[in-house]
């Protein structure tokens, strides 16, 4: 996967993760967010992938996402030379009945495994470009099912994909406890866990200590709306002051200096959109170089702020 054209790229936030299946399929530390874009979906993912975007994240849930639109955005993109299919790790969701609305892109009264097939099947449909493989870099569980054993279905019917149809397998809004029991249960383990950054849930230090210890990559969202204590902090003022970029691009940074994370970002300005992944790369060198010593205590007061261990 080639890299977003806006600089050298050699800063640490401008680095992909590589995930840990067997596809190494490379995954940006900031993906853009589609949900709740309704009509104006396909010109947003557009846009973003002109700014330099490399990773969206959209469902098959007509309730809050646009995937159609988002394929359409997509594959404006390709038609015109901007990026190319490898270079762009796409993710969607099997949203379960309770998310879903009566657009579900499968038959309520099928059962779980033949819904998860409906819905997978009219994701690779709408990402389907004429003479290109199909295939869908992760696919995650957007929540638990009404059951473990429930969600353990779902979950065997999609590792049925892996790894050519699907790079990658994840869920969404999911405990640790849940995360555990799938983690010990399946063949295919999970590759990411996307779940909300929050004090609620005490920033999921717990849930994030395991996603380390077992190579799985944590993909946060509400980071900005959750948090804007935590965007208005001192450390995050330092690293403004210090790396001379706005305070979401050092907020984004210093989250994701906690390691194993990649943010979902879902901005609809254009402006904003250039701004947050220029200013994570003016961080990265920032941090790697004169800055190291500011950047290192910026980064220990954050973690002592969400008490992180």
């Known amino acids: 996967m080639t890299q ?7 800063s640490r936030f401008a680095r992909d993760f590589t995930l840990n299946g067997v596809s190494r399929t490379r995954m940006p530390k900031l993906v853009y967010g589609t949900a709740w874009k309704k009509d ?4 947003l993912v557009y846009t973003a992938l002109k700014a330099g975007f490399r990773g969206i994240d959209t469902a098959a849930q007509p309730k809050h996402y646009d995937e159609p639109g988002v394929a359409a955005g997509f594959r404006k993109a390709v038609s015109e030379g901007i990026v190319k299919r490898g270079d762009v790790f796409i993710q969607t969701k099997f949203t379960p009945p309770g998310g879903q609305n009566d657009n579900a892109p499968y038959d309520f009264d099928a059962s779980i495994e033949d819904k998860v097939h409906q819905s997978v099947q009219s994701s690779l449909l709408n990402f389907t470009i004429e003479g290109e493989e199909v295939y869908l870099d992760s696919v995650v569980l957007h929540s638990p099912l009404d059951t473990l054993n429930d969600t353990i279905a779902a ?6 994909y892996h790894p050519h149809k699907i790079r990658n397998l994840g869920i969404s809004n999911a405990t640790l406890g849940i995360v555990e029991a799938l983690h010990s249960r399946v063949t295919v383990k999970p590759a990411v866990v996307q779940n909300r950054f929050y004090p609620d849930t005490n920033y999921e230090v717990g849930l994030r200590a395991f996603c380390k210890e077992h190579d799985i990559k944590f993909q946060s969202f509400w980071t900005i ?3 804007p204590h935590l965007v208005k902090s001192q450390p995050v003022i330092d690293v403004v002051d210090g790396a001379g970029v706005g305070p979401v691009s050092a907020y984004y940074a210093l989250v994701m200096g906690l390691e194993g994370v990649t943010i979902l970002d879902g901005t609809t300005k254009e402006v904003h959109m250039k701004e947050d992944l220029e200013g994570l ?9 004169d800055g190291a010593a500011t950047w290192e205590k910026a980064l220990g007061d954050f973690k002592e702020l969400i008490e992180e261990p």
Do not use: F, H, M
């Not at 790369?281 to 170089?289: F, M, N």
């Open 40 to 43: 104006k979906t396909a010109n």
């Open 281 to 289: 790369e003016r961080v990265g060198t920032w941090a790697d170089g």
């Open 225 to 227: 709306g959750a948090n």
């Open 155 to 160: 979950w065997k019917t999609l590792e049925g």
């Open 4 to 10: 977003p054209s806006i600089g050298a790229q050699a």
